[in-house]
Structure formats: structure tokens, C-alpha cells
């Protein structure tokens, strides 16, 4: 029981550690710089409180449940031996997580009424749903790619870096053509397609994977499905860009 | 009270969202095509619970404290009453020096929600126990947490003075790939990984503020053009310092080596 407290001190400890130089930051700039008083201080005592606890609490549940399943995942796989399923649980895994993410359907309606706003679309309710509802599947169909990417590299063990300059080579191409409003969104929607949930559990299976099969190591091999998460939705989302 | 029970049991939902389909893809998975029962399905439970309970714990006390405060703050440092003296009028072309608290604040602040960034953390501790310990939770963090606020500051910047995203993108990909020739290999892969896991939760929504009121208070900026893009800074800079913290370590591993061959 005391060995338990005393873990349980010790990771919301950390978790403080972590949250500490926001709130540092924060109380800078708004006494120093702004010199202003902190509205609402218990409030915001009140919140750092939950973010401190919410932090420790999740890399607990991160050890315990989403580590473990994402190796189970890769080693069931590797014993199975099914290319096609591996790859058909990759597309699903990059595709399902992210169509729903919040940040993503906040950055297409975001994005929605920006283009509605400058005349790149009609103004209406119906056009604006219907760009960002494209944006969306445009996006969560990039990263199942890239998952399905991902993890052919790791089988096949090719060094990532052909891949990543390629896809770079294409984005710097794809600039030059998409329009011009396009593209702070797609630079940005690489950005945040991979949520706090989907970012351990493929980390796990990529290790996972490098460490099941002979001759992978998974330093080398394991890491980079994030990556290629990043990546593709900049050019699906330019490409959407100059196709509508 | 009631009200805290209230929004916190919305946000408790939110999460559930974002966590079920992740959940119903494992589980069709495992039990349709790989046939198994989950491992230590008590544990495993238990477990997610803790990855619900605590990502919306997370999220309610950000939103409940620092997601308004910071963006109130990202517009006050951006507003025109605070960069001028109060009254004068918003010059047609802005000087960047005058926007010298905008930048530091956008590094700062970039530096310590990288810090708290739970997919970073995940990342990390994962790259410590593969790597056994050659690479710590701590440095590769630093080194990313460093890397966004060289990438939230030179974005502001970018904004301020208008010039094209593209430019800058271009010629960080330039280095991106120069430093690729250079840097270990092992570190390559978990440099380019820390590109996509700087810019979730805590990152976004503060850096996108910033972005967007900086854009819409300068003359000549469009949010649509210049408000976008901060995010893809964030994510292209982490790339070179995670690198260069790599190539700081071994530079320093072979210095160590020649000293003791030398004495």
C-alpha cells in the first residue's frame, strides 16, 4: 500500500514537472509583460490541478493498456503471417482514428469558413459543410495511406529517409500548383492528425512489428509511421486542393 | 458544482468519442481476424479507463484554465493598443522589432506545451526503452520542446513580416535533408516521427490562436494565408533539433573517446 502511494506521488510529481513551464510562462507574460492581473486565479489553480492529475493518470493508462495492446496487435500479426489483414488493419487503424479527431474537424470547418469568407467558395451553410466534410475524408484517407506505407517499410525494412524526401520533393512541387489559399491548410492538417490516443498505440505497433520480425532493429525500423502520418495529408490535402 | 460535474461529464464524452473508434478497430481485430482473446483483459481495462478518465481530466483543465487565458493573452500581446501607444493608428507597414514580445511569447509557449505534449511523452518513453537508454525521455523531449520554439518564434516572425510560408518551409526542408546524410541512423526515424507528435492537444489550439489574431490584427495579413502555417512550423523544426541532438551526442562520444586514447 505505501509502495503504491509512493508511485502514485511520484507520477503526479512528474506529471507538475511537466505542466510547471506553462503555467511559468503564462504568469510571466501576463504580470511582467502585460502587467495585468490573472482573472479568475482559483479557476485557473483549479484547472492546472486536473491537467496535472489528468497527465499522470493517462501515462499510467498509457502503460497499462495502450502500450501492451499495441504490441499484442503486432505480434499477433507477425504469428499470423497475413500481409493483406496487417495491411487492411493499418488502413483502418490511420483512416478511423483520425476521421473522427476533434482537431481535424475543428481545422475543416476552420478552414470552411476562411474559404467561404475570401470567395474560394459559395457562402452557404451547405457548401461550407461539404468542403469541410471532403477535407475531412481527404485527410483520414491520407493517413490510412500512410499507415499501409509505414508499415510496408518496416517489413521490407527500406531506410525511411528515400520516402520522407520524395514525399518533401512532392510537397515543395505540389505548392507551386495548388491554390494559394490551400495551402497553409495543408501544411497545417500534418500537423494535427495524430491524437494523443492513435500516436502510442501505432508507436507500439511499429515497434512491435521491428521487433518481431528477424533483422529489423526498432530503433531504425519501428519509429517513423508518425511521420508518414505528417506527411501524406499535405499532399492529399494540396491535391484536393487543385482537383475541386 | 453542479456545473463542474456538468461540463466535466461533456468533456468525459468527448473523449469517449475520440477513443471508441480506436477501440472498436482493435477489438474487431483481435477477435475477428487474429482470433485471440485480449492479454490480461482486467489490466487492459483498467487501463483505458485510466487513458479516458485521464486524457479528459487533461483536456477539462486545459480548457478550463489554459486554453482561455492563453488565448486571451495571444490577443493582447497581438492587439494594436498594446505594440503601439494607446490611440495611435496601426502604421501601413509594420516594423518587425515591434513585435519582439510577440515572438518570445510564441517560443515560449511553444517550449513548455511541447513539454506537457502527452504524445511526446508516450513517444519518448518508448524511444528510451528501445533504445536502451542511449536516448533519454528527458534530452529527446528537450530537444523537441527547443525545436518548436525556434519554430513557433521564426513563424511569428514570418507572419509580422509577411513573406512567403513556402520560402521558409523550402529551406528547412534543405536542411532537413542535409542533416539526414549526416545524422546516426538510428536517430532518423525518431526525428522524423517527433515532427508529428509536437503539435496535438496542448499545442494546437494556443499556437493557432496566436497565428490567427496575429494575422487578423496586422494590415496586409489574411488569416486564410498568413494565420495558417504556424502548425507547420512547429512540426518542421523538432526534425533538426532532435537531429542535432543526436549529432551533439555523438560528438561529444567521440571527443570522450580521443581524450581517454589521448591521456
Same mark, same amino acid.
Given at each position: 500500500?505505501?509502495?503504491?502511494?509512493?508511485?502514485?506521488?511520484?507520477?503526479?510529481? =512528474?506529471?507538475?514537472?511537466?505542466?510547471?513551464?506553462?503555467?511559468?510562462?503564462?504568469?510571466?507574460?501576463?504580470?511582467?509583460?502585460?502587467?495585468?492581473?490573472?482573472?479568475?486565479?482559483?479557476?485557473?489553480?483549479?484547472?492546472?490541478?486536473?491537467?496535472?492529475?489528468?497527465?499522470?493518470?493517462?501515462?499510467?493508462?498509457?502503460?497499462?493498456?495502450?502500450?501492451?495492446?499495441?504490441?499484442?496487435?503486432?505480434?499477433?500479426?507477425?504469428?499470423?503471417?497475413?500481409?493483406?489483414?496487417?495491411?487492411?488493419?493499418?488502413?483502418?487503424?490511420?483512416?478511423?482514428?483520425?476521421?473522427?479527431?476533434?482537431?481535424?474537424?475543428?481545422?475543416? =470547418?476552420?478552414?470552411?469558413?476562411?474559404?467561404?469568407?475570401?470567395?474560394?467558395?459559395?457562402?452557404?451553410?451547405?457548401?461550407?459543410?461539404? $468542403?469541410?466534410?471532403?477535407?475531412?475524408?481527404?485527410?483520414?484517407?491520407?493517413?490510412?495511406?500512410?499507415?499501409?506505407?509505414?508499415?510496408?517499410?518496416?517489413?521490407?525494412?527500406?531506410?525511411?529517409? $528515400?520516402?520522407?524526401?520524395?514525399?518533401?520533393?512532392?510537397?515543395?512541387?505540389?505548392?507551386?500548383?495548388?491554390?494559394?489559399?490551400?495551402?497553409?491548410?495543408?501544411? =497545417?492538417?500534418?500537423?494535427?492528425?495524430?491524437?494523443?490516443?492513435?500516436?502510442?498505440?501505432?508507436?507500439?505497433?511499429?515497434?512491435?512489428?521491428?521487433?518481431?520480425?528477424?533483422?529489423?532493429?526498432?530503433?531504425? =525500423?519501428?519509429?517513423?509511421?508518425?511521420?508518414?502520418?505528417?506527411?501524406?495529408?499535405?499532399?492529399?490535402?494540396?491535391? $484536393?486542393?487543385?482537383?475541386? | 458544482?453542479?456545473?463542474?460535474?456538468?461540463?466535466?461529464?461533456?468533456?468525459?464524452?468527448?473523449?469517449?468519442?475520440?477513443?471508441?473508434?480506436?477501440?472498436?478497430?482493435?477489438?474487431?481485430?483481435?477477435?475477428?481476424?487474429?482470433? @485471440?482473446?485480449?492479454?490480461?483483459?482486467?489490466?487492459?481495462?483498467?487501463?483505458?479507463?485510466?487513458?479516458?478518465?485521464?486524457?479528459?481530466?487533461?483536456?477539462?483543465?486545459?480548457?478550463?484554465?489554459?486554453?482561455?487565458?492563453? @488565448?486571451?493573452?495571444?490577443?493582447?500581446?497581438?492587439?494594436?493598443?498594446?505594440?503601439?501607444?494607446? /490611440?495611435?493608428?496601426?502604421?501601413?507597414?509594420?516594423?518587425?522589432?515591434?513585435?519582439?514580445?510577440?515572438?518570445?511569447?510564441?517560443?515560449?509557449?511553444?517550449?513548455?506545451?511541447?513539454?506537457?505534449?502527452?504524445?511526446?511523452?508516450?513517444?519518448?518513453?518508448?524511444?528510451?526503452?528501445?533504445?536502451? /537508454?542511449?536516448?533519454?525521455?528527458?534530452?529527446?523531449?528537450?530537444?523537441?520542446?527547443?525545436?518548436?520554439?525556434?519554430?513557433?518564434?521564426?513563424?511569428?516572425?514570418?507572419?509580422?513580416?509577411?513573406?512567403?510560408?513556402?520560402?521558409? %518551409?523550402?529551406?528547412?526542408?534543405?536542411?532537413?535533408?542535409?542533416?539526414?546524410?549526416?545524422?546516426?541512423?538510428?536517430?532518423?526515424?525518431?526525428?522524423?516521427?517527433?515532427?508529428?507528435?509536437?503539435?496535438?492537444?496542448?499545442?494546437?489550439?494556443?499556437?493557432?490562436?496566436?497565428?490567427?489574431?496575429?494575422?487578423?490584427? %496586422?494590415?496586409?495579413?489574411?488569416?486564410?494565408?498568413?494565420?495558417?502555417?504556424?502548425?507547420?512550423?512547429?512540426?518542421?523544426?523538432?526534425?533538426?533539433?532532435?537531429?542535432?541532438?543526436?549529432?551533439?551526442?555523438?560528438?561529444?562520444?567521440? @571527443?570522450?573517446?580521443?581524450?581517454?586514447?589521448?591521456?
Amino acid at each position: 500500500m505505501r509502495q503504491f502511494l509512493r508511485q502514485v506521488l511520484r507520477s503526479v510529481a =512528474d506529471s507538475a514537472r511537466d505542466v510547471a513551464p506553462i503555467v511559468a510562462v503564462v504568469a510571466f507574460f501576463e504580470l511582467v509583460v502585460l502587467q495585468q492581473p490573472v482573472p479568475n486565479l482559483g479557476r485557473i489553480l483549479y484547472g492546472a490541478v486536473l491537467v496535472v492529475l489528468g497527465l499522470a493518470v493517462f501515462i499510467r493508462g498509457l502503460e497499462l493498456a495502450l502500450f501492451p495492446l499495441g504490441e499484442s496487435m503486432a505480434d499477433g500479426f507477425v504469428r499470423k503471417g497475413s500481409l493483406a489483414w496487417l495491411l487492411v488493419f493499418a488502413f483502418g487503424l490511420g483512416f478511423g482514428t483520425t476521421v473522427a479527431e476533434p482537431a481535424l474537424i475543428a481545422i475543416a =470547418d476552420e478552414a470552411a469558413a476562411v474559404a467561404a469568407q475570401a470567395g474560394a467558395l459559395e457562402n452557404s451553410e451547405e457548401a461550407r459543410a461539404g $468542403y469541410a466534410l471532403g477535407l475531412r475524408l481527404t485527410v483520414a484517407l491520407s493517413v490510412g495511406a500512410a499507415i499501409v506505407i509505414g508499415v510496408i517499410r518496416i517489413l521490407k525494412g527500406w531506410p525511411i529517409q $528515400y520516402f520522407i524526401i520524395a514525399g518533401y520533393v512532392l510537397v515543395v512541387g505540389m505548392t507551386g500548383m495548388a491554390p494559394k489559399e490551400i495551402v497553409g491548410i495543408a501544411y =497545417d492538417s500534418g500537423g494535427v492528425t495524430t491524437s494523443t490516443v492513435t500516436v502510442p498505440l501505432v508507436t507500439a505497433l511499429g515497434v512491435g512489428l521491428a521487433s518481431g520480425i528477424r533483422g529489423r532493429n526498432p530503433l531504425v =525500423d519501428g519509429f517513423g509511421l508518425i511521420a508518414f502520418a505528417s506527411l501524406t495529408p499535405m499532399i492529399f490535402v494540396m491535391a $484536393y486542393g487543385m482537383l475541386r | 458544482m453542479k456545473d463542474v460535474a456538468l461540463h466535466f461529464l461533456s468533456v468525459v464524452a468527448g473523449t469517449l468519442r475520440d477513443v471508441v473508434p480506436v477501440i472498436a478497430i482493435l477489438l474487431v481485430f483481435q477477435v475477428l481476424v487474429l482470433r @485471440r482473446a485480449v492479454p490480461n483483459p482486467r489490466r487492459t481495462l483498467l487501463g483505458m479507463i485510466y487513458v479516458l478518465l485521464g486524457l479528459a481530466l487533461f483536456l477539462d483543465g486545459l480548457d478550463e484554465a489554459l486554453f482561455p487565458l492563453g @488565448r486571451l493573452m495571444a490577443e493582447q500581446l497581438t492587439a494594436p493598443e498594446f505594440i503601439y501607444e494607446a /490611440g495611435a493608428a496601426v502604421p501601413a507597414a509594420v516594423a518587425w522589432q515591434d513585435y519582439a514580445w510577440v515572438y518570445a511569447f510564441g517560443a515560449a509557449i511553444g517550449f513548455a506545451t511541447t513539454v506537457a505534449e502527452p504524445s511526446l511523452i508516450a513517444v519518448a518513453l518508448k524511444a528510451q526503452q528501445v533504445s536502451g /537508454g542511449t536516448i533519454t525521455t528527458w534530452g529527446l523531449r528537450m530537444a523537441v520542446a527547443i525545436g518548436v520554439a525556434a519554430g513557433i518564434g521564426l513563424g511569428t516572425f514570418r507572419i509580422v513580416t509577411g513573406t512567403p510560408l513556402h520560402w521558409y %518551409i523550402m529551406a528547412g526542408y534543405v536542411v532537413v535533408v542535409v542533416q539526414t546524410f549526416f545524422a546516426p541512423r538510428e536517430i532518423i526515424p525518431l526525428a522524423y516521427d517527433s515532427g508529428g507528435v509536437t503539435t496535438s492537444t496542448v499545442t494546437v489550439p494556443l499556437v493557432a490562436a496566436l497565428g490567427l489574431g496575429l494575422a487578423g490584427t %496586422i494590415p496586409g495579413r489574411s488569416p486564410l494565408i498568413d494565420g495558417f502555417g504556424l502548425i507547420a512550423f512547429a512540426s518542421l523544426f523538432p526534425i533538426m533539433s532532435v537531429m542535432g541532438y543526436a549529432q551533439l551526442g555523438e560528438l561529444r562520444a567521440r @571527443r570522450r573517446r580521443r581524450e581517454r586514447s589521448g591521456s
